[in-house]
């Protein structure tokens, strides 16, 4: 059976390469590092785990874990012309109607709406007057 392209937000690969609870549980959910149908990697995001992993000192190690994870999923340039026209379409909405406007979220959220990909992430409500309107969007709560 075939499953709708996902996109993954920041911190539901940064789960998935910590492999606590919250990773243990949506690798057994979702099977993103088995699928058949590779997830879609943001620029945004991919430039945002760098940013993580620089931050906490990550050594060579566990930075290569996040370098194997990265190749096993299908990245999407933003600047994308379908991309940067899905964005502006998002960002013009947010601002007439007062929603927020994290700006790298808009365009984690074009990416997925332009490639059709279902995003999914631990932080729904950065993305809830999105869906469904604009694209699906999973919200994963995180394991205690």
Same mark, same amino acid.
């Given at each position: 059976?075939? =499953?709708?392209? !996902?996109?993954?937000? $920041?911190?539901?690969?940064i789960?998935?390469?910590?492999?606590? =609870?919250?990773?243990q549980?949506?690798?057994a959910e979702?099977?993103? $590092?088995?699928?058949?149908?590779?997830?879609?990697?943001?620029? +945004?995001?991919?430039?945002?785990l /760098?940013?993580?992993? =620089?931050?906490?000192?990550?050594?060579?190690?566990?930075?290569?874990?996040? =370098?194997?994870?990265?190749? !096993? /999923?299908?990245?999407?340039d933003?600047? /994308?012309?379908e991309?940067?026209?899905?964005?502006a379409?998002?960002?013009?909405?947010?601002?007439?109607?007062?929603?927020?406007?994290?700006?790298?979220?808009?365009?984690?959220?074009? $990416?997925?709406?332009?490639?059709?990909?279902?995003?999914?992430?631990?932080?729904?409500?950065?993305f809830?007057?999105?869906?469904p309107?604009? /694209?699906? +969007?999973?919200?994963?709560?995180?394991?205690?």
């Amino acid at each position: 059976m075939r =499953r709708a392209l !996902a996109l993954l937000d $920041t911190n539901v690969l940064i789960h998935l390469l910590r492999r606590d =609870r919250t990773g243990q549980k949506i690798e057994a959910e979702h099977s993103f $590092t088995t699928r058949s149908e590779r997830p879609i990697l943001s620029s +945004v995001v991919e430039g945002e785990l /760098l940013a993580f992993a =620089r931050y906490n000192g990550w050594g060579s190690q566990k930075l290569g874990q996040l =370098r194997s994870l990265l190749t !096993a /999923l299908v990245r999407v340039d933003a600047g /994308l012309p379908e991309i940067v026209e899905a964005y502006a379409e998002l960002h013009a909405e947010a601002t007439k109607t007062g929603q927020p406007k994290g700006e790298n979220d808009l365009w984690i959220a074009a $990416t997925a709406k332009a490639v059709g990909a279902e995003l999914y992430t631990c932080n729904g409500g950065h993305f809830a007057w999105m869906h469904p309107a604009h /694209l699906t +969007v999973h919200v994963i709560k995180q394991s205690r």
